[in-house]
């Protein structure tokens, strides 16, 4: 899959709840692939059901789901009852000169 792949409406509709400064990055040595945003809304999950209602996102996860492996034991796509991405805690940041 390419970067070709992703319509603007796609990007779109991830950037509409609070998503900013959003990315993936892949790992070619373990075929990992690692996504990164910043979420600056107020409710998290209202705003995921938001994006999980969405045709076009929908359409993203219907070809790209089959592609991915999860982390998550159990999870077998964008749209089931256990989540595809893991999350992970952040141990460090920096944002500006020291």
């Avoid at 609070?18 to 809304?41: C, E, F, P, R």
């Avoid at 999950?45 to 070809?63: I, L, Y």
């Avoid at 796509?77 to 989540?83: H, L, W």
Wanted: aromatic share 12%; proline share 4%.
């Amino acid at each position: 899959m390419s970067r070709r792949c992703v319509t603007r409406r796609t990007c779109g509709t991830a950037t509409r709840p609070y998503h900013v400064d959003y990315s993936i990055h892949y790992y070619a040595a373990l075929h990992l692939l690692i996504a990164n945003m910043k979420y600056t809304g107020t409710d998290y999950e209202v705003d995921m059901n938001k994006v999980a209602e969405d045709p076009e996102t929908q359409r993203w996860w219907a070809m790209s789901d089959g592609m991915q492996e999860s982390l998550v034991e159990g999870a077998t796509g964008s749209e089931k009852d256990i989540p595809r991405w893991a999350d992970t805690e952040e141990v460090f940041r920096f944002e500006g000169k020291p």
